[in-house]
């Protein structure tokens, strides 16, 4: 019996990606009760995310297509940036992550960071390459800067964004950034207890 190696691959990607699948769900953990007093916070967030988009959508408009030229997206981009700042130039730190929302997210982080996969949440957080900076509302994350990636087994146990906003990581801050403008959206400070070696 003759196999292609072309097969073959195939059935190993079929086979570990319900396996990759399955091992990522056991580090999330449960979502709050229905009811609950953090549901409705969860909620509440993201509400608040949605109508910001639903705002920028109606105000800025839409990025340029990830098919145009680099140089169409960085100037379609640069304006809605522009047009969101000018837009929101009131916007104050806590408007999405309200307190309440913002010590939901800290109760969730910590316990992710205590639980079963904590130790290698720390180390993957004290590998990244650190990004500093003083966060302002509106800020654009610098071009020059690289992305601090937040793990997987984190962000699955965040309340889901919807496309256009995503979360980073800035020293202890989590940041709700706009992704397609390059915008700071929010953040939570000290979202992240300290991180030592």
């Known amino acids: 019996m003759h196999v292609s190696l072309d097969s073959m691959l195939t059935r190993r990607l079929l086979i570990s990606i319900p396996v990759l699948l399955v091992s990522l769900a056991s580090f999330a953990q449960a979502p709050p009760a229905l009811g ?30 990830t098919s145009d030229l680099p140089d169409k997206i960085v100037a379609a981009r640069r304006e809605v940036a522009g047009k969101i700042r000018a837009g929101r130039r009131g916007a104050k730190q806590g408007e999405i992550f309200t307190p309440d929302v913002s010590d939901y997210f800290r109760r969730q982080i ?8 904590g130790k290698e949440i720390r180390s993957s957080l004290r590998h990244a390459e650190p990004v500093k900076m003083d966060l302002q509302i509106n800020q654009s994350y610098p071009e020059n800067l690289p992305f601090q990636s937040t793990p997987p087994t984190l962000l699955l146990n965040l309340p889901e964004l919807p496309k256009g906003l995503e979360y980073r990581i800035l020293g202890r801050e989590l940041v709700l950034r706009d992704s397609d403008a390059n915008i700071i959206v ?7 207890p300290g991180i030592t070696k």
Do not use: C, I, M
Not at 110 to 117: E, F, K, S, V, Y
């Open 36 to 65: 609950s007093n953090d549901a409705k916070v969860v909620a509440e967030f993201q509400q608040r995310a949605k109508q910001y988009l639903d705002w920028r959508e109606k105000t800025a408009g839409k990025t340029a297509s």
């Open 110 to 117: 910590a316990d992710t960071l205590n639980g079963p996969h």
């Open 186 to 192: 929010d953040y939570v400070p000290n979202a992240l």
